[in-house]
T-cell receptor, first 113, second 110 residues
């Protein structure tokens, strides 16, 4: 069964450093998403991406965050200057068309120290 | 997204059917009901979705009331591996996001 692949599975970074989280969505999917989950809290929407542009973003997704689909297969989330409160599981998701369910990746655990 | 209400926790005996309720009394006509589950800290897993008709797939059945104000996810023969947090989400097909609540923690017991 096709999977959404995320790398790395765990990343530790120092506060103020830039991180890039990588995702390979399912190949025929057209809609891409990033969600995050702080330990013990709800899964929160960050951003949706379609046709090479952001279609919706949450209040969490401020100027420190950016997304890119650089080569038609990868989908990345960049955090420019990490803060302690950015520590969370970050999940990439994709879906083939609107209305269908998401397929989520297994996540990247980001720890900011 | 319409607000959904789920019980915080439920238990089910292994091999029995697990019936997980969800209330979405303010759902609008173009909103689907989606169900996902999350096992420990893994990524949420899509289970099933529907608009107004009952739906069944290899994982579960979804029963939506005629007035669409509530639904029930049925796992016909629960196993220990079905222990997870189950999320019910009401969202329109063209919604750019899904809003996850607290879900129902289902514990399947031997």
């Amino acid at each position: 069964e096709p999977e959404v692949t995320q790398t790395p599975s765990h990343q530790v970074t120092q506060m103020g450093q830039e991180v890039i989280l990588r995702c390979v969505p399912i190949s025929n999917h057209l809609y891409f998403y990033w969600y995050r989950q702080i330990l013990g809290q709800k899964v929160e929407f960050l951003v949706s991406f379609y046709n090479n542009e952001i279609s919706e973003k949450s209040e969490i997704f401020d100027d420190q965050f950016s997304v890119e689909r650089p080569d038609g297969s990868n989908f990345t989330l960049k955090i420019r200057s990490t803060k302690l409160e950015d520590s969370a599981m970050y999940f990439c998701a994709s879906r083939v068309l609107q209305g269908y369910g998401y397929t989520f990746g297994s996540g990247t655990r980001l720890t900011v120290v | 997204d319409a607000k959904t209400t789920q019980p915080p926790s439920m238990d089910c005996a292994e091999g029995r059917a697990a019936n997980l309720p969800c209330n979405h009394s303010t759902i609008s006509g173009n909103e689907y009901v989606y169900w996902y589950r999350q096992i420990h800290s893994q990524g949420p897993q899509y289970i099933i979705h529907g608009l107004k008709n009952n739906e069944t797939n290899e994982m579960a059945s979804l029963i939506i009331t005629e007035d669409r104000k509530s639904s029930t996810l049925i796992l016909p023969h629960a196993t220990l591996r079905d222990t997870a947090v189950y999320y019910c989400i009401a969202a329109s097909a063209n919604a750019g996001k899904s809003t996850f609540g607290d879900g129902t923690t289902l514990t399947v017991k031997p």
